[in-house]
C-alpha cells in the first residue's frame, strides 16, 4: 500500500508559477513510477507529466511540455511538479498517482494509489 497526499494547490495570476508537491508514505518510493494528472470541472482526467521507477522524469503531455517539470526527491519520498507560464486553461484539481508496474505512463488506469487531489486555479 502506498499512501499520497498532495500539496501546493492555489490560486495564481496567468504567467504566474506553482509548484506541486505529493508526499508518499508506505512501500519503497524509488520501485514506483509516479505520475501526475488533472482534471477539470466537466472534462476527463488527463495525463499532466510522469517519473518511470526507473528514475527518467521525461513524460509530459504536450500541453504542458517547456512549461511544466516533474522531479522526485527519493530522500524526501516526495514528488514535485513545477508549473511556470501558467494559463487559465491549467486550472484544475491535480492529482499524483503511483504504481509499480506501469506500461503506458499516460494513462490513469494503469495507475493504482491516487492522492486526494489539490486545486490549483489560475487567474486571466
Known amino acids: 500500500q502506498v499512501q499520497l497526499v498532495e500539496s501546493g494547490g492555489g490560486l495564481v495570476q496567468a504567467g504566474g508559477s506553482l509548484t506541486v508537491s505529493c508526499a508518499a508514505s508506505?512501500?519503497?518510493?524509488?520501485?514506483?513510477?509516479m505520475g501526475w494528472f488533472r482534471q477539470a470541472p466537466g472534462k476527463e482526467r488527463e495525463f499532466v507529466a510522469a517519473?518511470?521507477?526507473?528514475?527518467?522524469?521525461?513524460y509530459y503531455a504536450n500541453s504542458v511540455k517547456g512549461r511544466f517539470t516533474i522531479s522526485r526527491d527519493s530522500a524526501k519520498n516526495t514528488v514535485y511538479l513545477q508549473m511556470n507560464s501558467l494559463k487559465p486553461e491549467d486550472t484544475a484539481v491535480y492529482y499524483c498517482?503511483?504504481?509499480?508496474?506501469?506500461?503506458?505512463?499516460?494513462?490513469?488506469?494503469?495507475?493504482?494509489?491516487w492522492g486526494q487531489g489539490t486545486q490549483v486555479t489560475v487567474s486571466s
Open positions: 517519473c518511470s521507477w526507473s528514475g527518467g522524469c521525461t
Open positions: 508506505g512501500r519503497p518510493f524509488s520501485m514506483y513510477t
Open positions: 498517482a503511483a504504481d509499480p508496474r506501469i506500461i503506458n505512463q499516460v494513462a490513469a488506469y494503469e495507475y493504482d494509489y
